[in-house]
């Protein structure tokens, strides 16, 4: 079975501010993980995911994540906070990168930016 | 590309009725879409797997008889929430994904507030 754990259900920073997400993996299997965003009353949108071709992977809006091994991390960053970041953001995991697979999601962490 | 739309946005209904939600895909053509339930501040719990032309495949947990999911066309699947209650109430979001030899993630739907009084 595979499961996410995102460490911190609120997070605040400042504007302009390093922005850090944390979300730890269990997988039997190597995992594929994604990171999404959810704007209030609205679906999801994928920020980026991790499919074993590089260990550091960019998205959009200026995240990125770095998948560890050998902790089971895939926290996400971001050099510098911007209002418009203020959203719910999930970590989720499947042992597939193809759509067709299901995915697991953590608990989500509410981010809010202090002007 | 790869827009999936859901519909209606928002729903109210008295407790005992049924619901149905619907779920596109746009512009593409949805071989699976999974159906997710959402409460307030917790994450997303997958409900169901479709794929067109085949039975849902339900969740443990999730009581088939009460959520029915139909996935007629590779556009186009539908929730139905049956004889609704009040815990029913909830934020549904739908997802589809193309064919499998695409290597990409799901394509999320805007979601549905549903309210039972």
Redesign the interface.
Known sequence: AQSVTQLG?HVSVSEGALVLLRCNYSSSVPPYL?W?VQYP??????LL?Y?SAATLVKGINGFEAEFKKSETSFHLTKPSAHMRDAAEY?CAV?DS????E???????T?LTIIP | GAV?S?HPSRVICKSGTSVKIECRSLDFQA??M?WYRQFP??????MA?S?EGSKATYEQGVEKDKFLINHASLTLSTLTVTSAHPEDSSFY?C????D?M??????????T?LLVL
């Open positions: 259900s994604f999404y009353n609205q679906g999801l949108q994928l995911k499919t999930f499947s990168d193809f759509g067709n299901k995915l697991t999601f953590g608990t989500g509410r | 999936v859901q071989t699976t999974f501040k917790q994450s997303l719990m997958l797997t794929n979001i997802s589809a994904s193309r499998y695409y290597q990409e993630t799901q394509y999320f739907g805007p979601g507030r």
